[in-house]
């Protein structure tokens, strides 16, 4: 697992928000994550999504 990109997350709560840095620090990342207006399940695409995606929706060739 990757570590979290703290200044963009500090960015993105205390100049975007608008939070204070007590209230920031107190937030959990789920609480930060909705405020934020992240929906569970907008993680990225991972290869398994990406194949199941494929299927449900194959590429149309035209017919010669």
């Given at each position: 697992m990757t570590?979290?990109?703290w200044p963009a997350l500090m960015r993105a709560g205390m100049r975007g928000l608008?939070?204070?840095p007590s209230v920031f620090w107190?937030?959990?990342?789920?609480?930060?994550?909705?405020?934020l207006g992240r929906e569970p399940g907008d993680g990225p695409l991972n290869r398994d999504r990406l194949e199941a995606l494929s299927?449900?929706?194959p590429d149309q060739t035209e017919a010669k």
């Open positions: 570590g979290f990109d608008g939070l204070e107190n937030l959990t990342p789920a609480e930060l994550a909705l405020m299927r449900a929706f």
